[in-house]
Structures are given as C-alpha cells and as structure tokens.
C-alpha cells in the first residue's frame, strides 16, 4: 500500500460536510451528489475484502426500489452473497470518517486488526440505469486503486447478475452476463420441457430501470419458451409510480398498467430487479397482490412435487421457509399448517433471511416485498449429482438450482420459478391465489427526526426504544380484531415503516394509522401527524 498515493486519492473525495453515512439494510443510500465519498470509500473496503478472503469481491452502485435522484451501494461478498456482518462496522467506519487522515488511520487499523495481507485485491463493479451511476463508479474503481487493487468493470447489470457473477467467478466457474442467461434458461427448460399447459403471456412492469433490457435479452435467450411483453422500459422515470415496491405498497396499478384486463397475468420488477410481485386485474377492477410470501409458497408447492418423486436411502432433504414480520399471517399459518413444513422468522433484509435459509437442506426465503430465492445446501447438491444420472426428480432439482440465483434474490430468475411452477401445475393466478386469503393488511412511512430512535428486538416485532412506544402498540393491537402490528426504522429511506394487519381493511387502516400516530408523538415525528 502506497500511503502517499492514498492520502492523495482519499483527498479527492472529501466527505461532505454534517453527512453522516450508516450501513443500512442493503448497504448505503442517499441522495446521489453526497455519496462520492461514500462509494469511493466502499471501493477501499472491497479491496480490503478482497484481499482477506483472496477471493474477488463486487460492488453495485444502485439505490435499487428509491427515487432516481437517490444511489446507494450494495457490497458482494465472495460467495456472492451481502457483505458479511462482522465487516459492516468497518464499513461504517471508513463512511464515516471525517476526512483524510483520520480515514488513513482507519484503513490502517483495519489492515492490521483483520491481518490483511498486502497485494492486490480484484472487486467486480456494476451499476444500474441512474444517471449519476458513471461517477460514482468512477469513485468505486478509484477506491479499488487506491488500495493497489484491480476494479472490473463490468457496467449495466442487475445487482443479482453481479452476485451472480461474483459467485461463478470465485468458483472457477463461466461468469459472463451471457452465461448468467444461459443457465438460468437451461434450468427453466429442463423444467417446463413437458409441460402441456397453454402458455400465458405474462406482462411486466420493469420500474423503467435495468431489468427492462435484461429481461428482453432473457426472453430472446429463450426464443418463445417464454412470452413476455413489456411496460415501463425507460420511457418515465425511475420507480415513479410503478415497480415492485410501489404495488406491493400502494397496491395500485403501476403506471402504462392501468388497462391491464381482468385476469391478465402481471409482474413488477423494482428498480435494480431483484425484487418481484406478481397481480392481476379481479372482475370487480381491484388489484390482487401475489407477493413474495405467495412466491415461497409456490416454489414450496414445486419443490414438493419433485420431492415426492425422489427416492433415496438416506433422509428426506429438510425444506423451510424463511419469512420477516411483515409476511401476512395467513400465509405463515398457510405454511406451517397445510404445507407442514418448519419456518423462522429474521429482521428485515437478504442478509438475514439468507443465513437462516442456509440452515435447511432447502431454504426457501422471502420477504413480502418479493426479495428472495431457494438455497441448496452443497451436501444435497452433491447427492443430487449422483441420483441424477439414474432419477428424473434429481434432474428436476437440479434444473431448478441451476434456474434460481444462489448468491441473492433475483426477480428474472423468480419469474422463471414462478412461470415453471405454475406451467407444471397446470395453473393459472387463480388457483395460486386460492390457496389461502390475505388478511387485510397497511403499510404506512412516518417521517421522524432521528429514525434511530426507534429500536427494536424479536425479529422486529418489538419495539424496544423510545420508551413507551410498544405499550401503546399493544393496546391499539387490542382493540383490532386478529389485530397485529409493529414498527422499525427504514434502513434504505428516512421514514420509520408501520405495519398492520387485522380481519378487515377497516381495522388495518384504522390500526396502521393510530400505530403511526404512537410513533409520530413518541419518536418527534416532522410534520403534520398522521
Ligand atoms: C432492500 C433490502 C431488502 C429490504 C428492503 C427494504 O431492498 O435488500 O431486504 O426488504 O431494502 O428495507 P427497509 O425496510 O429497511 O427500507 P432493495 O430492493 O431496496 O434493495
């Protein structure tokens, strides 16, 4: 490490001044032109990594589901999975560091306390469609260099491609973005190869951000497997009334969608695709979400199938579902008391619900928000190798690990695990969504000053801090019949998030708004209270 050469590039991209940058739920986000500092600071940390673990590392400039004027930066380990835990406060650090020196210092005590040793670290950068995505991954690679290390650039990609990448990379394995299609493809062909059902044209709602041009390439990868037309591809803006984020929570119909024909199957993608909800049109004109707890209960439903007809001598794989307090009630009662199969429950965001999905010899995870994927364990992946040269089930398992992303939630690979499942099953969204009800249900955002006032234990369901504030919780959730209700700060938004849930909309909204107006009081809410 050249020290002069650091102090001189670290002085370059000087903090601005009273920004205090924190490691949230996927990484940093802010408002773009503060960020130079922070994603250059990133580039330093993923070199560091990199070196650690003598792996490549990636990094995204994307401030995926929020506004164009937002960016952020997710942080790729070498497994292709979210930077590990331990390293976010190091992350932290050097964000928030206050200017050259004291960050040097930092750089060096991390050196020597992770006992990094000195060489060359390679980190793998992409970016999705926001404008300032070109100088702030200027600033990354600047990063990488200014540790000796080597950035790739590997420009306009999902953020799950590049984990994607990460992964085959450091597996020895081809990691290009034509390869990524090529797997995933094979996967979904193997799957639906026999399948008698008519093929529906499913119409896609892509945020007018990346996954519009990665899906097009997918679907031509595909040539007529899959018909897809596509809505929202560039020509409005970033998530601005449409996307994943903006249905699941506005349960509204995302802009250039607002014809759509009762029944016609729909899907939205969010700004950097890896996140998906399914809707459709109900004869009455309202929209009928199929989230990401519906995602997890049909690949459930698909793995089942193959399972059934798998034999082998040792025990059957373990399969679970990975869920967060905001997955309805309905369908975790759905999954534990119809599918049987066991469940836990992380704080929000991949980086939890990942390390618990780890724990099955299937682990299925994701949040309502429609983020997740379905994990193999490399034991079973192993046995499914030798039983696949005599068994088609084994081939089918197969064919589905290679179709879904193993390293993050991917919403092109979930559109292919959703099509394939319902293709297999002769479905259409109504027998999906007839599997159980939704309870009513309201999310709301209270603007506070300080979010980190509000803390929480359990998962997220208790509010720890500020002082008060879950008692008031409790007695609203009395008074809402099959009431339940909780609260925690955004780690991707300024906002404090609300949830509720109850027997009807009336209550959930009723229960959603005096839950908001608690927080609104206890943790000095801006503005008029809700
Ligand atoms: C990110 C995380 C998700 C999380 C979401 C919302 O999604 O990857 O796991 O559910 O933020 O987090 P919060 O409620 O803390 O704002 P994305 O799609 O925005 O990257």
Known sequence: MDLAQLMEACNQYAKPAGFRPAYGTAGFRAEASLLHSTVFRCGL????????????????????????????????????????????????????AEDAEALCAIIRDLYQ???????SGVVMLAHDTRPSAEELIKAAGSGV?????LPIVCGLLTTPQLHWMVRHCNNSLKHT????????????????????????VLTVDCANGVGAEKLKALAERLSGKLDVTLRSTGEGGLNDGCGADYVQKERRFPAGMEDCQNGARCASLDGDADRLVYFQRLPG???????????????????????????HDA???????????????????????????????????????????????????????????????PALIERLHKLGDSQEAAKDLLALLGMVNQAVGDALSGILLVEAALRRRQWGLNDWAQLYTDLPSRQLKVKVKDRSVVTTADAETRAVTPE???????????????????????????????????????????????????????????????
């Not at 260099?145 to 290390?149: P, S």
């Not at 973005?177 to 529906?200: D, N, P």
């Not at 989230?291 to 034999?311: C, H, K, M, P, Y």
Request: include cysteine.
């Open 177 to 200: 973005e034509s390869c990524y299609y090529e797997e995933i493809a094979t996967g979904f062909s193997h799957l639906v190869h026999s399948c008698k059902a008519k093929r529906q």
């Open 315 to 377: 025990a059957s794989p373990s399969v679970g579902i990975v869920q967060t307090a905001y997955a309805n009630g309905a369908s975790s009662q759905y999954i534990r008391e119809q599918l049987r199969l066991e469940t836990a429950v992380t704080a929000t965001g991949v980086k939890h619900l990942h390390a618990a999905a780890e724990r099955f010899d299937i682990g299925i995870y994701f949040e309502a928000n429609g983020h997740g994927t379905v994990l193999f364990r």
């Open 468 to 530: 008060g504030l879950q008692s008031r919780i409790n007695e609203s959730v009395r008074g809402a019949p099959s009431g339940r209700a909780f609260v925690r700060p955004s780690g991707t938004e300024d906002v404090v998030r609300v949830y509720a849930e109850a027997q009807t909309q009336q209550a959930a909204d009723k229960l959603a708004q005096q839950v908001a107006r608690h927080v609104h009081e206890l943790a000095a809410g801006i503005g008029a209270a809700p």
């Open 113 to 119: 306390k992770e006992d990094i040793p000195y060489g």
């Open 285 to 311: 004109g309202q929209l009928q979400l199929l989230d990401g707890d519906r995602i997890a209960v049909l690949a459930a439903l698909l793995i089942r199938d193959i399972l059934d007809r798998l034999s």
């Open 145 to 149: 260099k200014a540790l000796g290390g």
């Open 45 to 96: 940390l993923m070199a560091a990594r990199a070196l650690k673990t003598g792996a490549a590392t990636g990094l995204v400039v994307t401030a995926s589901h929020n506004p164009v004027t937002d960016n952020g930066v997710k942080l790729v380990e070498p497994t292709g999975y979210m930077l590990d835990q331990s390293w976010e406060a190091w992350a932290d650090k050097l964000a928030d």
